[in-house]
């Protein structure tokens, strides 16, 4: 990751941190003295949000150090790692929410507070507009982690809405409509919970190295065979690491060339690629003899 692109993610991390720091405090206290359980149900949400960003924090540091003797292809897969640990908060979050409300909706308690609507309003508004900005860094910086911590922001306004319904049917309701209130919090851990299985999926992806659009992988074959020299290629691989992608390509050229000349052709292809496609890091090229003349008339 270039230097902008680190400093765009963290940017958008750490502005993501400071804001959960002070809406887990406000919503707790809310909850607390505005009897709402769905409100201290979003407070553990958020609480689950600082932690999340942290973790994307540090993934984006160690996705950025250099390659060494243990890690020769550098440290990129700190990144879908972070996304997969911030998805599995997303689940954990979910269950958490879930096990309070129904353990509460048949307990005596409390209306929540008419003023606790107004607080909600204000964090609905902030947590998406928080959404909106980081997700849109995210695509510019092409990074899953962040894009992960990005849906945790509209998670968080999930659940801040489904405490304003709860608490507006309470209101309205009156007496013997207080669970509405746990109701709408395990509404809206199901809904986290959804999220949190969804972006859980392709981190596990990327781990397992697996290749990415068809797209991507048909343009580096497309691209080698414009090299002079090229008459085919038989294989092509390409995993992603971090944002970036190493390329493993077979290339068949003319059996009696010589060992200097597929040589040659061999940096060809990986400077042509690395050229075009900047997200493209590395390309092992491995030349083979043409198989068959029909091949290329074909």
């Not at 068809?214 to 992603?240: F, N, S, W, Y």
């Not at 068949?252 to 060339?257: A, F, I």
């Not at 200097?260 to 690629?273: C, G, N, T």
Request: hydrophobic share 50%; with cysteine; glycine share 6%.
């Amino acid at each position: 990751m270039s230097s902008a692109r680190l400093q765009r993610s963290l940017r958008a991390t750490l502005l993501g941190l400071a804001v959960n720091v002070a809406l887990t405090i406000v919503k707790f206290l809310a909850g607390i003295f505005g009897h709402s359980q769905a409100l201290i149900a979003d407070a553990v949400e958020s609480l689950a949000d600082i932690f999340s960003s942290i973790i994307v924090w540090r993934g984006l540091v160690v996705s950025e150090t250099p390659p060494d003797e243990d890690h020769p292809y550098g440290h990129g897969k700190a990144e879908p790692l972070a996304a997969a640990i911030v998805s599995a908060m997303l689940l954990l979050a979910a269950g958490m929410i879930a096990f309070h409300s129904l353990t509460g909706i048949n307990q005596p308690r409390e209306a929540p507070s008419l003023w606790t609507l107004i607080l909600l309003i204000g964090v609905i508004v902030l947590k998406e507009t928080l959404f909106r900005f980081v997700f849109r860094e995210s695509q510019m910086v092409a990074s899953s982690a962040v894009e992960t911590d990005a849906w945790h922001h509209r998670s968080d306004a999930i659940t801040s809405a489904a405490a304003f319904i709860g608490i507006c049917i309470a209101l309205l309701g009156g007496k013997g409509y207080e669970s509405a209130d746990n109701w709408a919090a395990l509404a809206a851990a199901c809904v986290i919970g959804f999220n949190g299985w969804r972006l859980l999926r392709p981190a596990f992806n990327e781990l397992m190295d697996r290749a990415p659009d068809r797209e991507l992988i048909e343009q580096i074959r497309v691209m080698a065979r414009t090299i002079p020299g090229v008459d085919d290629i038989d294989k092509c691989h390409v995993r992603k690491m971090g944002y970036q992608f190493f390329v493993d390509i077979h290339v068949e050229v003319d059996p009696q060339m010589t060992v200097e000349q597929s040589h040659r052709i061999a940096h060809d292809v990986k400077d042509k690629l690395r050229e075009e496609i900047p997200t493209v890091r590395d390309v092992l090229v491995h030349i083979e003899p043409l198989k068959s003349r029909a091949k290329v008339r074909a």
